[in-house]
C-alpha cells in the first residue's frame, strides 16, 4: 500500500462516498461453479459516488515474472493519493490468460482500495472445483517484482528519442524519472533537447 504524503483529505471524501456506496450486483455468471459474481463492470457502476467527493480511480497492469501486477490509483481533488498493487499470477500465457487475470486484479484492487462489498463467487476458480467437501486450497507464490532502480536502470538503457518530447514539463518529468545511471547516459540529450525549447530571444 502507498499514500502521499498527506492523506486528510481523501480520507474524509472516502468515508462520504463509502457511506453511499452499495454492494456491486452479481450479474456474471461462472459456468464452472453455476454461481454468480460481480464483474468489473457492475464495480465500476457500484463506485460512481465516487465522482461526488471528488474522487476517482485509474488502473494500470504491468508485466511480472509468471505473472502481472495490476496497479489501482485513487485519486482526489487536492492531489492526495492511495495505490494499492495486486500480484496475480497467470495460469495460461496466452491473450485469455493475461485478459482473465488482468480483470481479476481490477475487481479485487477496486473492491481493497474503495471498500467495496461484493461476493466473489468466481474466486473459486483459482482453487478448483470442490464437491461435498472443503476446497483444498494450492498455494501459489505471487509474481515477482523488480525493485525500482532496477526497472530505471533498465528502462534507461533503451533508445529513447528526446527529439519527440515537445514540452518543457514533460522533458524534465521524463528525464528526473530515469536513475543515477539514466540521467548520466541520457544528460547530454537532454540538454540538447532542453536548449531547443527554451524560449529564443528576439534578434
Not at 195 to 200: A, G, H, R, V
Amino acid at each position: 500500500m502507498q499514500m502521499s504524503e498527506q492523506i486528510n483529505e481523501i480520507a474524509t471524501a472516502l468515508a462520504k462516498a463509502q457511506a453511499e456506496l452499495k454492494a456491486a450486483s452479481k450479474d456474471a455468471e461462472n459456468p464452472h461453479f453455476k454461481s454468480k459474481y460481480a464483474d468489473i463492470a457492475s464495480i465500476i457502476e457500484a463506485l460512481k459516488p465516487l465522482s461526488k467527493h471528488g474522487l476517482a480511480f485509474a488502473q494500470f497492469p504491468e508485466t511480472a515474472e509468471e505473472g502481472i501486477i495490476v496497479s489501482t490509483l485513487l485519486m482526489h481533488t487536492s492531489g492526495q493519493w492511495l495505490r494499492t498493487d495486486v500480484p496475480i499470477p497467470v495460469s495460461k500465457a496466452d491473450a485469455q490468460g493475461y485478459g482473465s487475470a488482468i480483470t481479476y486484479g481490477r475487481r479485487y484492487g477496486l473492491q481493497a482500495l474503495c471498500g467495496l462489498a461484493a461476493d466473489d463467487d468466481d474466486g473459486n476458480a483459482a482453487a478448483g472445483a470442490a464437491t461435498g467437501g472443503a476446497v483444498k486450497r494450492k498455494y501459489i507464490e505471487p509474481p515477482k517484482r523488480k525493485p525500482p532502480e532496477a526497472q530505471k536502470d533498465e528502462e534507461s538503457s533503451k533508445p529513447f528519442d528526446w527529439g519527440k518530447i515537445e514540452t518543457m514539463p514533460q522533458l524534465v518529468s521524463t528525464y528526473n524519472a530515469l536513475s543515477a545511471d539514466g540521467k548520466k547516459q541520457h544528460a547530454d540529450a537532454f540538454k540538447a533537447r532542453r536548449e531547443q525549447l527554451l524560449p529564443k530571444e528576439d534578434a
